[in-house]
């Protein structure tokens, strides 16, 4: 029972995976023990908030420090060049939309479009990062209840 915990607070800060992945542990772990969900949900909101002011941190300056780097700086340039290039067109969405548009973006239950792709895709587009992560944390909130609601759901059916 208690792996059910552990496995979902580590998918919860895994790229990709995130909270949708990690909170049907949550709401199972729960649901064996018979507590409340809230407390263990705000606390995977929290945890997946957080990666996005992590990723800033890296970005900001690991990227500087590891472009010293020649293996790094030649693989993340061309990386780098694919994604801003892939992002022009969000980036004329973005400034329609605002940080709106960052919100609805990671609050898509779907992979890829979480908090560690918002907020890369925010440091790409220089986005200011303070409203960047409150953007991404009511996005991951508004993808948490979609995906506790249907996991409730799903559990409650067992």
Known sequence: MLSDLIIGLLLTV???????????????????????????FALVVFLNSLVALFVFIFLDY???????????????NKYLERVRMKAIPMQIKMQAWGF??????????????????????????????????????????FSGLFILSVSLGFFSLL
Do not use: Q
Not at 16 to 35: A, H, Q, S, T
Not at 65 to 75: C, D, E, M, N, P
Not at 106 to 132: D, E
């Open 100 to 141: 709106v548009a960052l919100a609805i973006f990671v609050a898509i239950p779907l992979p890829g479009t979480g908090a560690w792709t918002g907020s890369v895709l925010a440091w790409i587009l220089n986005l200011n990062k303070t409203k960047s992560i409150i953007a991404i944390t009511i996005g991951v909130l």
């Open 62 to 76: 690991g990227h500087n420090y590891f472009l010293k780097w020649s293996f790094y700086r030649r693989h993340m």
């Open 14 to 40: 895994l790229p990709i995976v995130e909270l949708r992945g990690g909170l049907p542990f949550i709401v199972k772990y729960c649901n064996d023990i018979g507590v409340s969900v809230l407390p263990y």
